[in-house]
Nanobody, 120 residues
Framework: QVQLVESGGGSVQPGQSLRLSCAAS????????MGWFRQAPTKEREGVAV???????TYADSVKGRFTISQDSAENTVYLQMNDVRFEDTATYYC??????????????WGQGTQVTVSS
């Protein structure tokens, strides 16, 4: 049974930084993608950043240049470094594994989510 546990969410001010972690336990095929999605109040869940088995990363246009996804394969952990956060980054952030790109329907495993609130 695969479990994904997110951590690192919290409240920050605009312009500050935050790092989210997603620790995976159990076996899953690392050749697929693993990454982060988010859902803001009244909005649909959207892709933020994913990193795939071939080493490639994909970012939403809204976070390019500000967020960085990385992976520690030895620890089965994926990180999302969030720099220069904005009000519009406020959302529940979900970790997902064993999928393709930003196609949420392909992801077999999801975490419970961690809240990120950007406020002044």
């Amino acid at each position: 049974q695969v479990q994904l546990v997110e951590s690192g969410g919290g409240s920050v001010q605009p312009g500050q930084s935050l790092r989210l972690s997603c620790a995976a336990s159990g076996w899953f095929f690392s050749g697929y993608c693993m990454g982060w999605f988010r859902q803001a109040p009244t909005k649909e869940r959207e892709g933020v950043a994913v990193i795939c088995g071939d080493g490639t990363s994909t970012y939403a246009d809204s976070v390019k240049g500000r967020f960085t996804i990385s992976q520690d394969s030895a620890e089965n952990t994926v990180y999302l470094q969030m720099n220069d956060v904005r009000f519009e980054d406020t959302a529940t952030y979900y970790c997902a594994a064993e999928g393709w790109g930003f196609d949420q329907t392909t992801y077999g495993y999801w975490g419970q989510g961690t809240q990120v609130t950007v406020s002044s």
